[in-house]
């Protein structure tokens, strides 16, 4: 089973920076690729970063590539996003997901363990 707990959420103006973490149970993650996953309201869930833990290689939605960063710490067994550059539309409920296998998946269907999120809110 694994477990994935969210932090790093919250408000902050457009331009600014906010870093969130996914803190993850399971002991080895290296046949898994880790993603953050958003939901605004009213809106279905859109894919935003996945990094295999194995290799290190990453993918980012196109809405988010230059501003984001995704990356993981093996040591403490966590994943962050570094979210540069916020605008509005960024404002969502974000989630960690994680999937076994070394496909880099850029849609939220093949997650298929989820955290509980976490919410950021992006003011102009």
């Known amino acids: 089973q694994v477990q994935l707990v969210e932090s790093g959420g919250g408000l902050v103006q457009a331009g600014g920076s906010l870093r969130l973490s996914c803190s993850a149970s399971?002991?080895?993650?290296?046949?898994?690729?880790m993603g953050w996953v958003r939901q605004a309201p009213g809106k279905e869930r859109e894919f935003v970063a996945a990094?295999?833990?194995?290799?290190?290689?990453?993918d980012y939605a196109r809405s988010v590539k230059g501003r984001f960063t995704i990356s993981r710490d093996n040591a403490k067994n966590t994943v962050s996003l570094q979210m540069n550059s916020l605008k509005p539309a960024d404002t969502a409920i974000y989630y960690c997901?994680?999937?076994?296998?070394?496909?880099?998946?850029?849609?939220?269907?093949?997650?298929?363990?989820w955290g509980q999120g976490t919410q950021v809110t992006v003011s102009s």
């Open positions: 997901a994680a999937t076994s296998g070394m496909a880099l998946f850029t849609t939220p269907g093949p997650y298929n363990y």
């Open positions: 399971r002991r080895t993650f290296s046949t898994y690729t």
């Open positions: 990094i295999n833990w194995r290799s290190g290689n990453t």
